[in-house]
Each structure stands twice: as structure tokens, then as C-alpha cells.
């Protein structure tokens, strides 16, 4: 249970990838069955069944070039930062990657 709501959302600095008037559903109960529930929000893949999608509110309102989330999780050994972009991704993270095995999500 919870309210509809709308408000500008940011995430990571606050001056970088604000979402104006982003409707999001602000949780006030919780029943038990469903406690499994999770996510980051909106963003999963823009469909109407996940929910509105942060992403695709960034790219029409200008803020971002591409509708597109780009995740890159290295190895704790690899002495490189996982990282997040938000409208494409990092392809000079790729050099580092040649001869070793890398998965696209």
C-alpha cells in the first residue's frame, strides 16, 4: 500500500541526472507476502509493467543522449571500480578487456 507520488528524483551528485515531476509509488505498508519485493528505482528495461522508468524519464526530458543504462562490475582483484552510467556506457573501460571474458546485460 502506498501513494502515488511525483518529485524531482536524483541520484549519485545532486546536480547530475535529476528527473523533474517523476511518478514513483512512495511505500507506507508492506503486507508479509510481500516482503520479497526489491528493486532500484525505475531502472528496469522501459515497459509499462515495470513501472515508470527513471531512465526514460532522463532521456525525454533532455538530460541523458541515449535511453540506455550501462553497468560495468569488475573483479575485486582487477584493482579497477565497478561503475555506473546513465545514457550509454564507458568504452574506454574495453582496452582492459581484449583477451578476457566480458558479458553485455
Known amino acids: 500500500m502506498g501513494d502515488d507520488v511525483a518529485d ?5 551528485k545532486k546536480d547530475q541526472w535529476c528527473a ?8 507506507t505498508d508492506v ?5 520479497a519485493m526489491d528493486g532500484v528505482i525505475g531502472l528496469a ?9 527513471f531512465i526514460a524519464t532522463l532521456f525525454d526530458q533532455g538530460k541523458i543522449d541515449k535511453k540506455m543504462l550501462g553497468i560495468m562490475i569488475t573483479e575485486a582483484s582487477s584493482g579497477k571500480e565497478s561503475s555506473i552510467v546513465l545514457g550509454g556506457y564507458d568504452d574506454t573501460q574495453w ?10 546485460y
Open 31 to 35: 503486507k508479509e507476502a510481500m516482503t
Open 20 to 27: 523533474e515531476k517523476f511518478r514513483f509509488l512512495s511505500v
Open 8 to 12: 524531482t528524483v536524483c541520484i549519485f
Open 95 to 104: 582496452k582492459d578487456y581484449t583477451n578476457k571474458d566480458m558479458r553485455w
Open 45 to 53: 528495461p522501459d515497459d509499462p509493467s515495470n513501472g515508470p522508468s
